[in-house]
């Protein structure tokens, strides 16, 4: 068999990947017919993605694919590959905020030369609903020119108005303080069970009075809904078992309804079934791109189960209390009980809104706090993205530009992957479940606010290097040898302290919860084993390393961390969380980010990658009886996008 091409393209900062799904063939027909169904209520749900990022990211995009469909002018010119380049950026980030910075990106050609393109398209169907065609080009090249139009998706600085700041489309005419008073009446009695209020509406002011656009089936984004419960429905006749039946049937009632207590109960459904063949998320899931971590963006993954993986992360599950009762946390703030930590390996078999083309490497739903203590929370890391990010990197040399020892290189070669596999099981499978909140304190959304993020990605982080070198991995068969933990230790100081600066334009700070918290672990580390030098700074040729010298006090110190950070999310100390955040987490020293961006362009590695989904057919009889469903692994970004933009079209461009 040929090998499976991961590498498809690149261009400007991002890598195009594909994923495998291996023994998608064995599958049983039922599961595989569940799968598609399951694919099409993914796909269903990409424009919503897209409108709440920017409310208009869909015209933007309908305009674009428009002239990359008809422009009859030139199509070798260099104004071209701008404009070819800027689109697919917006593919990638589904919208014109750059994915992880947030910032808006710009193309590359003079405005006049954009306005040339538009002129010499066909855009009629947009003149029809837009005004004439020069007011119509006016309007779209103020939006993708002027930078103070729409500058920013997503705002969290200290002191502004992050609400107003931001361009996301979760408020309109709304300020900070108003959604905050607005929900703050919600939950007076300070049910720790109520719904997360606001989770799947839009906030607007109309005339003086503060209204909520709820995201159902009669409301807001009600096609793409309609259409998602459609093929949810189909789902249901083929699925995995009668838990999984009963889930589904919640989602549906959710997605009808927009009731959030409905939306509980679907979660506690899910997790019921705790270790399907076939798996799914689809919903309104993460509240990061939400300056007040109250609105989630819509996302899918489809999956099904890596047995393997889930062998390995079975064994840190069965082992769950073992870990937390050997957790250097203070005692009341461990869990007595650590109480159904599920955990898996999957393969995704389509990835969509939020979770694409850019995706986790690891799930752990769901979110609510009240549920996850009560009944435990599904954990999995995604094998199949790991592995393609693995396959891409072995020969890419940028361990070896950062590492600083021939040692730490053939370490890193022949246990990074294992060592970041097990990371992620730590992380996802003990990490996120483990600790408590003290009695009477309410949820880190409430209290830690902007910081909640940053503040539980460092935990569960901790929590995973903690135990990352102890012995017990070994024992328990996860580890051949104490050295794969080291492994982790290299790659993390390394990812904290230098790599993950390339994701970083130069003069910008630290921006994303889980890159401010990898810095916040390895620069307060550096910091605090300074005296007795158990990170050293070296330079060669003019080249910064961090080099570990002591693994066991490294150990050490991320365990006292890990307590300080475990006791801020329990007592809800904000100023605590800030002080940290603020002080590690998030400024960047100009001059190494600087030497670690020419360090890295000489690779001439894309710092983001995101994937190409793979492509389910049914082949039906004459009855419409579905009687195969192939898969096939297409190459051609651009043509997936287009694909999806033109059969998932759910909502108008208004
Ligand atoms: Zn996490």
């Known amino acids: 068999m040929e090998p499976f091409k991961v590498l498809t393209e690149q261009f400007a900062d991002i890598r195009i990947l594909r994923y495998h799904v291996p023994g998608f063939e064995n599958l049983p ?167 997360q209020y606001g989770l799947n509406s839009k906030l607007i002011k109309k005339d003086g009075e503060l209204h909520e656009l709820v995201w159902e089936k009669n409301g807001m984004y009600g096609n793409a809904i309609s259409n998602i419960i459609y093929w949810l429905k189909k789902a249901l006749a083929v699925a995995d078992n009668e838990k999984q039946k009963a889930a589904l049937e919640k989602l549906i009632e959710f997605y009808t309804t927009g009731d959030l207590k409905t939306f509980d109960d679907y979660s506690i459904a899910w997790l019921q079934d ?47 209390q073992w870990f937390e009762d050997h957790s250097p946390v203070q005692p009341e703030y461990k869990k007595e009980k650590v109480q159904g930590v599920s955990a898996r390996g999957i393969n995704a078999v389509v990835l969509a809104g939020d979770c694409s083309p850019s995706t986790p490497i690891g799930i752990n739903l769901p979110n609510a706090d009240w549920i996850r203590s009560r009944y435990g929370s599904k954990s999995v890391t995604i094998s199949n993205i790991i592995a393609a990010y693995d396959e891409a990197s072995k020969e890419s040399g940028a361990i070896e530009a950062f590492a600083w020892s021939e040692q730490e290189i053939a370490l890193a070669k022949k246990y990074g992957n294992l060592a970041g596999n097990l990371h992620v099981d730590l992380h996802e499978i003990v990490g996120h479940g483990s600790g408590r909140i003290k009695e009477g304190v309410a949820n880190p959304g409430d209290t830690l606010k902007n910081y909640a993020s940053t503040i539980e990605e460092a935990r569960a982080d901790l929590f995973a290097l903690y135990f990352a070198t102890d012995p017990k991995l070994v024992e328990l068969g996860l580890m051949p040898e104490k050295i ?22 130069p003069g910008k700070n630290l921006e994303e919860s889980h890159m401010r918290n990898r810095q916040l672990i390895a620069l307060w580390a550096y910091e605090h084993g300074k005296s007795d030098n158990v990170i050293e700074c070296k330079v060669r040729d003019g080249k910064t390393f961090f080099v570990i010298n002591d693994y066991k006090k490294l150990r050490a110190l991320f365990g006292k961390l890990l307590r300080e950070v475990q006791r801020i999310k329990s007592e809800g100390d904000y100023q605590a969380a800030r002080h940290l955040i603020e002080n590690y987490g998030v400024k960047v020293d100009a001059g190494l980010h600087q030497e670690v961006l020419e360090r890295w362009k000489t690779l001439g590695i894309a710092p983001f990658s995101g994937f190409i989904n793979p492509q389910l057919e049914p082949i039906a009889d004459a009855r419409g009886k579905i009687t195969a469903v192939r898969i096939s692994y297409p190459d051609d970004f651009a043509q997936q996008m287009l694909h999806y933009s033109h059969h998932y079209a759910a909502l108008g461009v208004k």
């Open 484 to 505: 794969v933990g080291e492994a982790e230790y290299n790659s993390y100081i390394r990812g904290g302290l230098l790599t993950q600066l390339v994701r970083v334009a």
């Open 274 to 320: 705790a270790d399907p063949l076939v798996d799914v998320v689809n919903g309104f899931i993460e509240v990061y791109g939400d300056a007040l971590g109250r609105k989630a963006t819509w996302e899918s993954v489809v999956s099904v189960r890596d047995e393997e993986a889930t062998r390995r992360a079975a064994t840190v599950s069965a082992n769950a």
């Open 29 to 195: 027909l039922k599961s595989r017919e569940l799968l598609y169904y399951l694919h099409e209520a993914a796909l269903w749900g990409r424009d919503i993605t897209y409108d709440q990022n920017y409310k208009n990211n869909l015209l933007i995009r309908h305009t674009l694919e428009n002239i990359y469909l008809t422009y009859s002018g030139d199509r070798t010119n260099v104004n071209w590959q701008h404009f070819v380049v800027y689109l697919k950026r917006v593919w990638f980030s589904n919208g014109i905020h750059h994915h992880y910075s947030m910032d808006k990106f710009f193309p590359e050609m003079p405005s006049e030369d954009f306005r040339e393109l538009m002129r010499n398209s066909n855009l009629s169907a947009f003149a029809a609903e837009n005004g004439k065609t020069d007011d119509f080009i006016n309007k779209i090249t103020t939006l993708l020119y002027n930078p103070d139009v729409a500058a920013k998706r997503l705002v969290q600085d200290d002191g502004v108005d992050m609400v107003a700041a931001s361009a996301n489309n979760f408020y309109e005419n709304v300020t900070q303080k108003e959604a905050e008073d607005f929900y703050n009446t919600m939950n007076q009695a300070n049910d720790p069970q109520a719904p």
